[in-house]
């Protein structure tokens, strides 16, 4: 059975591969969701009206925080199992393509590829937004994630030899393309956020699945301890040298390139078909919707702005941009990590 999923709805996978939802299980969640909701602190949501903090880290009140309690109460890891990690708006969807295609470089031709006639977000799915078992998913399992690695159970990063690819990008960029595809998901009735409401918020560290500092400094330093289960990866190296990237993303996957794939051009190859570009100018990127979960349903167009290196700065203020460099450089400081930025 092919990894590759006909469709992003949670529903449609579940049936796709026979997954049966545990009701039980579910309804589990659920209580023990209604008996903390109320105690948890709140901060003004980006896309809702607020978020609430569990576990050090902010969250929707409904979808993230649910899917987060249901994959470190019941979720089921294999050793083959490959995650995506990353904080959101640092280059998930070109992540997903990139990965989906190297991994299956053997099994589809670039003419015809499932990327051409199917979003990246329906080839890999999100774990936290899909509570069912996940049995009937053929392994390897590609699934993404947001969920910081601090908080991901046991189960999958120690008694597991489950891999991770983690993706981040410079914050100032990141806060910038998170404001702008927030604002567009943010219901009509909510007034639109600005851009200063979002900087305090985003440098307090009150946006999904942040602070932002920590969710990379988890997987960071995680990347250094066990570097054969997670391979940390920079938006702007992937952006500057694509298929130096690509080669080091099917070495760790398991899926060398060979001498004579690359002297076919087959890196070169899916390089152009994951480019940002040419995902953008798909007619399935521009006219599909992804349902997140039964609240959130996402233009995919979203998803792809500019996807450029260095655009925060066309919107941050001088002093925005000294004072996010000198919250990076205070929490960063002795990790070895830097931003070139």
Known sequence: MDSFLPSPDCDTISKTYNGQIDSHLVQKTNERYREILPNLPRGKGW??????QYQGVWLTPNAALKGLMWVQ????PRST??????????????LKALTFATINRTRYG???????????????PFLEAC????????SPRLLSTHIPYTLLPNSMTVNQSCRFVYICRDPKDVLVSKWLFMNKLRPKELAPISLEEAFELFCQGISHYGPYWDHVLGYWKASLETPEQVLFLKYEELRGEPSVVVKRLGEFLGHPFSLEEESKGVVEEIVKLCSFE?????GVNKSSVLKLSTQIIVDNRH???????????SYLT???????NEITSEKLLGSGLVFDS
């Open 73 to 76: 109460g019941h979720f089921k």
């Open 318 to 324: 001088d002093e925005m941009i000294k004072r996010i």
């Open 278 to 282: 040419n995902l953008s100018n798909l």
């Open 47 to 52: 896309m809702t009206e607020h978020l609430v």
């Open 110 to 124: 670039f003419a015809d590829h499932p990327l051409l006639t199917t979003v990246p977000h329906g080839c890999l």
């Open 81 to 94: 199992d490959i995650f995506l990690a990353s904080f959101p708006k640092t280059g998930t969807t070109w």
């Open 303 to 313: 998803f792809l702005r500019k996807g450029k290196v260095g655009d925060g700065k």
């Open 131 to 138: 509570p069912n078992d996940l049995d009937g998913f053929p």
